[in-house]
């Protein structure tokens, strides 16, 4: 369990990170929290050659307000996200998703560039961001760009990431006041990777659902947007037929593996129960 060898380097700012990695190979990582990449290390499913460590980038910490957007810098930790006054307030779902997430020692030094950067289905972070139509901040040697949390995730572990770029923050389009929200996760036990979980985001009119976004974590190979769960709720007062839609539409895009959570058919069916837990404690927070 020692990890093959690489070369260690600490850069003192972004603009050194990217310009390190514009220069080293392709098998060059960089490296966050480490609690995910280290682990694959150690299994050798990850064999980097050099690891350019992003602990010394100030610049990529912290949360801030900008133009209606919640910008999260990609080494804050999920620790740090738990504790957040501007998140508490504006996008309370993320610290419910960040506790969701391993135990205490994981989340001090996970962070969440780290975790939606990954491209690991088993992530809890992705699929919130892609309910909540974030935009992820990649600087490499050609300068910046976004890319929207759902055009990220191609297949396990294959990203929209080119080599050599640098994931710098996640913009989160603050959602509106009264706004519902849940993050539901089936575990085995504490610090498990959810057997199935879904994120949901609505709002409320009337005592009917206006708007709704509906997210899956670990039941396919990359995390799933549940476009027809969510419509299948639009105008309804979530009685017992539209939770039944919307479970009965998130099971059907769910395509987990087997593993040690269970038989395929009971993970993809935990999907449609996630999603209707997630929607009753999200409409019983907003207000109408
Ligand atoms: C026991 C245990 C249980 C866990 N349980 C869960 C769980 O239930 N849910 C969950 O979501 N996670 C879980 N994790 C994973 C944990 O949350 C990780 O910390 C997180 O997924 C990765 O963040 P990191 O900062 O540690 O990234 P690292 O491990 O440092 O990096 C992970 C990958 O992302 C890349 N990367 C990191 N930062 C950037 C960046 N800024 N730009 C570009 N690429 C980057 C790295 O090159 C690497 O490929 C668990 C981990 C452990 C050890």
């Known amino acids: 369990m020692i990890p093959g060898s690489f070369e260690y380097h600490r850069p003192a700012g972004l603009a050194e990170a990217v310009a390190l990695l514009g220069k080293l190979d392709s098998e060059a990582r960089v490296i966050a929290g480490g609690h995910s990449l280290i682990p694959m290390m150690k299994l050798r499913l990850a064999a980097p050659t050099h690891l350019v460590d992003l602990a010394g980038v100030a610049e990529l910490k912290g949360v801030r307000r900008e133009n209606g957007d919640i910008v999260i810098g990609a080494m804050t930790t999920q620790h740090e996200i738990i504790g957040d006054p501007l998140l508490g307030e504006h996008a309370p779902i993320l610290r419910e998703t960040a506790e969701a997430i391993a135990d205490p020692q994981v989340r001090y030094f996970g962070t969440i560039g780290g975790n939606v950067a990954n491209g690991d289905p088993g992530n809890d972070m992705p699929a919130l961001m892609m309910a909540l139509g974030a935009a992820y901040v ?8 976004r890319v929207a ?11 929209a990431a080119k080599p050599g770029e640098v994931l710098t923050a996640i913009r989160v389009p603050a959602p509106p006041a009264g706004h519902g929200f849940a993050y ?10 959810a057997t199935a979980a879904a994120a949901a985001i609505l709002t409320v009119s009337g005592g009917r659902i206006a708007t709704c976004a509906i997210a899956l974590t670990n039941v396919a190979g990359t995390p799933l947007l549940a476009r027809d769960a ?8 979530l009685d017992k037929p539209a939770l039944a839609r919307a479970a009965a539409a998130a099971t059907a895009i769910a395509e987990p593996a087997a593993d040690g959570r269970g038989s ?25």
């Open 138 to 145: 990649l600087r490499g040697a050609s300068g910046e760009r």
């Open 149 to 159: 949390a759902r055009e990220y995730y191609l297949s396990p572990y294959e990203t």
């Open 184 to 193: 539901e996760k089936l575990k085995r036990k504490v610090g498990d990777y």
């Open 230 to 237: 969510a419509a299948s709720v639009i105008g309804a007062a």
């Open 264 to 288: 395929a058919e009971y993970r993809a069916k935990m999907a449609g129960v996630m999603t209707a837990r997630a929607l009753v404690r999200a409409f019983a927070r907003a207000s109408s």
